[in-house]
Nanobody
Framework: VQLVESGGGLVQAGGSLRLSCAAS????????MGWYRQAPGKQRELVAS???????NYADSVKGRFTISRDNAKNTVYLQMNSLKSEDTAVYYC??????????WGQGTQVTVSS
């Protein structure tokens, strides 16, 4: 399984970014896809996940600001991040698996929100 993320970068507080993750190599490993993040000195935390059927789950800290979606035909998952805050600064990792917890990971993409 290969997961390739894109879309990270530097943005001002209140701005938006869209992360993308393209998966390949094992269709049964993509039943659940999601995004985790890890800030310096903190544990990796689940941001959002989505099943092949479209069921979503979000961390309380991003509800109402982030939206996860996927294109099953392309095995691609997206994370639309709006109203970004400085505390959203982290390395964001795309993950996939047959179920939770996710078992395959991308290399990560840096998101930096300046206040």
């Amino acid at each position: 399984v290969q997961l390739v993320e894109s879309g990270g970068g530097l943005v001002q507080a209140g701005g938006s970014l869209r992360l993308s993750c393209a998966a390949s190599g094992g269709i049964f490993s993509f039943n659940v896809m999601g995004w985790y993040r890890q800030a310096p000195g903190k544990q990796r935390e689940l941001v959002a996940s989505v099943t092949r059927g479209g069921s979503t789950n979000y961390a309380d800290s991003v509800k109402g600001r982030f939206t996860i979606s996927r294109d099953n035909a392309k095995n691609t998952v997206y994370l639309q991040m709006n109203s970004l805050k400085s505390e959203d600064t982290a390395v964001y990792y795309c993950g996939s698996g047959f179920t939770m917890p996710l078992s395959s990971w991308g290399q990560g993409t840096q998101v930096t929100v300046s206040s």
